[in-house]
């Protein structure tokens, strides 16, 4: 009879299909800022400052190629990547901390001003936060390095230092 039941439930379970996620609450972003430190090696540390007018301010300040700063706009596309995948993970909702279980590592501060008087700063010790944090993070960084939006070779043509 137990048995039965389990499978009953495991088929009702089964055909109940996943439940609908909710809309995406989409935000009026102001600004993002992301800054990383340095690790115990050669991890870059560096800042983006990216304005809701798609201005950015890069500081390259170790481990970087080059170091500098420099500043720039992004397209409306690379803009709008970027804000797509802040609504995506809901921000608001994520914790404040997130900790790797090791040492020596690099740590990012990702802060977003939103939705007129808002902010959000997430601290992430190695970088290890979500899988959300994570695609945003590999994004930056890539802006970074000169791939997939190009920042530093195509964007920061003005170095103000």
């Known amino acids: 009879m137990t048995i039965r039941m389990g499978c009953l439930l495991g088929i009702v379970l089964a055909c109940s299909g996943t439940p609908n996620k909710p809309p995406l609450l989409k935000h009026s972003i102001e600004s993002v800022r992301f800054n990383t430190t340095r ?3 050669t991890c870059p540390e560096f800042g983006l400052l990216i304005q809701s007018d ?10 970087n190629d080059p170091d500098g700063n420099f500043e720039g706009t992004i397209t409306p596309e690379t803009y709008a990547q970027l804000i797509a995948l802040l609504d995506e ?3 608001p909702n994520l914790k404040n901390k997130y900790e790797a279980g090791w ?13 007129g008087n ?4 997430i ?6 936060g979500t899988e959300g944090l994570c695609k945003i993070y590999k994004l930056l960084f890539d802006w970074r390095n000169g ?3 190009s920042i530093v070779k195509i964007v920061f043509l003005i170095n103000t230092n």
């Open 39 to 41: 690790c115990f090696g």
């Open 54 to 63: 798609r201005k950015v301010l890069y500081t390259a300040r170790k481990f």
């Open 89 to 91: 993970i809901d921000f």
């Open 103 to 115: 040492t020596d590592d690099q740590t990012a501060v990702l802060t977003i001003q939103y939705d």
């Open 118 to 121: 808002k902010t959000k700063t």
């Open 123 to 128: 601290l992430d010790y190695g970088l290890q």
């Open 147 to 149: 791939q997939n939006g």
